[in-house]
C-alpha cells in the first residue's frame, strides 16, 4: 500500500492506496483528532480498470436513531 498526504494549516488528509493505485482509506486530522474517514472497496474488469467502487463514510460522532452511515455505489463503464 502507498499513502499520500496533504497538509494545510489547520488540518491533515491521508489518503492510503492498493497496489492498483485506487484510494482504500481517506481520513482526515484536525488538532490530532479523525474528523472525517472513508473507506472504500473496488471490483476490476480484465484490463485492471475499476467498474464498481464502493464507498462508506464512517460517521465518527454518534449516529441518531435509525441513521446509519453512508454508502454510495459507483457504476462505470468503460467501452474498448
Known amino acids: 500500500m502507498d499513502s499520500i498526504s496533504h497538509t494545510s494549516p489547520r488540518y491533515k488528509e491521508y489518503f492510503l492506496n492498493n497496489s492498483e493505485g485506487d484510494p482504500v482509506l481517506y481520513y ?47 457504476v462505470r463503464t468503460i467501452h474498448y
Do not use: H, M
Not at 47 to 68: D, F, H, I, V
Open 28 to 74: 482526515v486530522l484536525s488538532k490530532g483528532d479523525t474528523t472525517d474517514l472513508q473507506q472504500f472497496s473496488y471490483i476490476y474488469d480484465s484490463k485492471g480498470n475499476w467498474t464498481r467502487q464502493l464507498e462508506c463514510e464512517r460517521s465518527l460522532e454518534a449516529l441518531p436513531a435509525g441513521r446509519l452511515n453512508g454508502y454510495t455505489l459507483w
